[in-house]
């Protein structure tokens, strides 16, 4: 197994891409609505926190073009994607104007306000209690206080090794 050199930032940062990229991970959207208005991104840096009280993190790129908008609303919804919704994926990762991204999902809006995406195959609605910055990203502890479930039979999405899967 190669071990991670300690001398180079730019290698470690490499190395930590390359592990990272075989941490399979489930793919969500993650939306929000409110005074800074609507926004929306793909992530996969979704993590449960606690049951107790049903909390989550989010880890948001503090230089993408939605941070700002996630900061002033302070709630979100974590709508975790089915198979075959690859697309809605690569639109909401990045670089397509906000309206385009949600015309490509039905949505409705969920006790936040923060859309729901109907297909789903589940959705957290939360609120953003607090959130820590660490390196490029900020670190959102969000406390769900809606669950919606999708379809009993719903394949997952999976992102690993640069590529989209679907399990069961
Ligand atoms: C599969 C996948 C997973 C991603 N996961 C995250 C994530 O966890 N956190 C994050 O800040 N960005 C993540 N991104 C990138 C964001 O979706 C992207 O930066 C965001 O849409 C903002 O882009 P913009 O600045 O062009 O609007 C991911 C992208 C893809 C395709």
Redesign the pocket.
């Known amino acids: 197994m190669d071990r991670m050199p300690h001398d180079d930032l730019e290698t470690v940062r490499l190395a930590f891409r390359e592990g990272m990229a075989k941490l399979a991970a489930a793919?969500s959207i993650v939306t929000t609505n409110g005074p800074g208005g609507l926004a929306g991104?793909?992530?996969?840096?979704?993590c449960s926190v606690t049951d107790t009280p049903p909390t989550l993190i989010v880890?948001?790129?503090r230089s993408?073009?939605?941070a700002a908008i996630f900061d002033r609303n302070r709630s979100l919804c974590v709508n975790t994607l089915a198979s075959g919704r690859e697309a809605l994926?690569?639109l909401?990762?990045?670089?397509t104007p906000q309206q385009e991204r949600f015309a490509a999902g039905e949505w409705l809006p969920g006790k936040t306000g923060a859309p729901r995406l109907t297909d789903a195959i589940v959705s957290f609605d939360c609120d953003v209690e607090s959130s820590v910055e660490s390196g490029t990203?900020r670190v959102l502890f969000c406390r769900v206080i809606d669950i919606a479930h999708g379809q009993e039979d719903d394949e997952a999405l999976v992102?690993f090794r640069r590529r989209y899967h679907r399990i069961r």
Do not use: E, M
């Open positions: 793919v991104f793909t992530a996969s840096a979704v880890c948001l790129n993408s073009s939605v994926s690569r909401f990762g990045g670089s990203h992102y």
